[in-house]
Nanobody
Framework: QVQLVESGGGLVPAGGSLRLSCAAS????????MGWFRQAPGKEREFVAA????????YYSMSVKGRFTISRDNAKNTVYLQMNSLKPEDTAVYSC?????????????????WGQGTQVTISS
């Protein structure tokens, strides 16, 4: 069993930056693919970014590509999402997820473990 805990959300003005963190329990973190998803009020959950267990490949949604960067530190059992040039439409609850088979995917159904999420609000 893996537990995921996100942090780093908050309220920032448009154009600002945030770095989200997702800390994982367990000794097998380095073998998992990790993903970030988000859900805005009244909308379905949306893929944001994903990284395979060894860092390759990495996928981004078109809406965040060039602005967001996913990374991981296996020594710290943590995955990060650096978010730059934030826009009001980035406002959502951001959740991280872990996939035991180790391969990055944009499909939320492929992820086995989920965190509770952290709120990101971008003011215009």
């Amino acid at each position: 069993q893996v537990q995921l805990v996100e942090s780093g959300g908050g309220l920032v003005p448009a154009g600002g930056s945030l770095r989200l963190s997702c800390a994982a329990s367990g000794r097998t973190f380095s073998s998992y693919a990790m993903g970030w998803f988000r859900q805005a009020p009244g909308k379905e959950r949306e893929f944001v970014a994903a990284m395979s267990w060894n860092g390759d490949p990495i996928y981004y949604s078109m809406s965040v590509k060039g602005r967001f960067t996913i990374s991981r530190d296996n020594a710290k059992n943590t995955v990060y999402l650096q978010m730059n040039s934030l826009k009001p439409e980035d406002t959502a609850v951001y959740s991280c997820a872990a996939n035991r088979d180790g391969f990055a995917t944009m499909r939320s159904s492929r992820y086995d473990y989920w965190g509770q999420g952290t709120q990101v609000t971008i003011s215009s």
